[in-house]
């Protein structure tokens, strides 16, 4: 069975440094990975998607993500933060190898941004 | 472009009362499912279909019903509310892997946000 973890349900950092939000994944396929970001009141928004063509994966709002499959991780990073990027973050792998939209989702880290 | 529309985005129920949470969108999906949030647990997979006529359940299907009549709605029904199913509820549609370079992109809706007395 697929699961992912995420390390750490709060990360706190200031504006302008390194955000760094760890994500490990297990599963038994060749796995697609996705981290999604959900600002207050909303819905969810992909930031970036791995899907096996190179495992560093560009997104928007200058993220980016690098699939480790020897260390069964998706790590998200972005190396200035903005006071906007404070928000959930989620991870999340598909499900199964028949690509039906399931997702299995990490339980989310919120990124606070200090001035 | 409307995308994904929920309603009610806000419901408080009492014990035993039945609802349903409507789903729609517009960009001609195949697949849509359900999602519930809750704290520190993310996102848990309720129910999904693959098109009009098929659904199967997901994670935590008990106490909710879904259809598919059609390729733009999707409704979940309680059958009757428990306070365990006090939660934020998203719908979400795709496409099929092999359309969006082999992965699932999930457009979500904005949410409904359940309370149940």
Redesign the interface.
């Known amino acids: 069975a697929q699961s992912v973890t995420q390390l750490g349900s709060h990360v706190s950092v200031s504006e302008g440094a390194l955000v760094l939000l760890r994500c490990n994944y297990s599963s038994s396929v060749p796995p697609y990975l996705f981290w999604y970001v959900q600002y207050p009141n909303q819905g969810l928004q992909l930031l970036l998607k791995y899907t096996s063509a190179a495992t560093l994966v560009k997104g928007i709002n200058g993220f980016e993500a690098e699939f480790k499959k020897s260390e069964t991780s998706f790590h998200l990073t972005k190396p200035s933060a903005h006071m906007s990027d404070a928000a959930e973050y989620f991870c999340a792998v598909s499900s199964g190898s028949s690509n039906t939209g399931k997702l299995i989702f990490g339980q989310g880290t919120t990124l606070q941004v200090k001035p | 472009n409307a995308g ?1 529309t929920q309603t009610p985005k806000f419901q408080v129920l009492k014990t035993g009362q039945s609802m349903t949470l409507q789903c729609a969108q517009d960009m001609n999906h195949e ?3 359900w ?1 519930r949030q809750d704290p ?6 309720i129910h ?1 279909s ?1 098109g009009a006529g098929i659904t199967d359940q ?1 994670e935590v299907p008990n106490g909710y019903n879904v259809s598919r009549s059609t390729t733009e709605d999707f409704p979940l029904r309680l059958l009757s509310a428990a306070p365990s199913q006090t939660s934020v509820y ?1 719908c ?3 496409t ?3 359309r969006a ?6 457009t ?4 409904s946000r359940l309370t149940v007395l």
């Open positions: 994904v697949y849509m499912s999602y520190g647990m993310g996102l848990r997979l999904y693959v997901g998203f979400a549609s795709s099929p892997g092999g370079g082999g992965a699932n992109v999930l979500f809706g904005a949410g």
